[in-house]
């Protein structure tokens, strides 16, 4: 089984900035490689959506909406994600999710993998 622990979220002022973490364990076999990996928001009375995507090769994508104010980030040897929040408005307050899209680890691979969410809050 694949454990992630998310951190970073919190309130914040509107035009303020928040890293969010999130990092990943085999609770059992040790994880040997992550494919795909992003981060979710779901608003109240809203559905999830993508906020970022990042390959294995780095390769990033946003939605429009947080274009040029929030960078997507990973690092392999530790097994994480993070997302660089600036310029954070009220409409961006949400909760925040991981997924990783396959973890193959020494005892199975597994598909979908999300994190227990972090709420972050833009309010003055």
């Known amino acids: 089984q694949v454990r992630m622990v998310e951190s970073g979220g919190g309130l914040v002022q509107p035009g303020g900035s928040l890293t969010l973490s999130c990092a990943a364990s085999?609770?059992?076999?040790?994880?040997?490689?992550?494919?795909?990996m992003g981060w979710y928001r779901q608003a109240p009375g809203k559905e999830r959506e993508s906020v970022a995507t990042?390959?294995?090769?780095?390769?990033?994508n946003y939605r429009d909406s947080v274009k040029g104010r929030f960078i997507i980030s990973r690092d392999n040897a530790k097994n994480a994600l993070y997302l660089q929040m600036n310029s954070l408005k009220p409409e961006d307050t949400a909760v925040y999710y991981c997924?990783?899209?396959?973890?193959?680890?020494?005892?199975?691979?597994?598909?979908?993998?999300w994190g227990q969410g972090t709420l972050v809050t833009v309010s003055s």
């Open positions: 990042i390959t294995t090769t780095r390769d990033t």
């Open positions: 997924k990783l899209d396959t973890v193959v680890t020494s005892g199975g691979t597994y598909v979908g993998v």
């Open positions: 085999g609770s059992i076999f040790s994880i040997i490689s992550i494919g795909g």
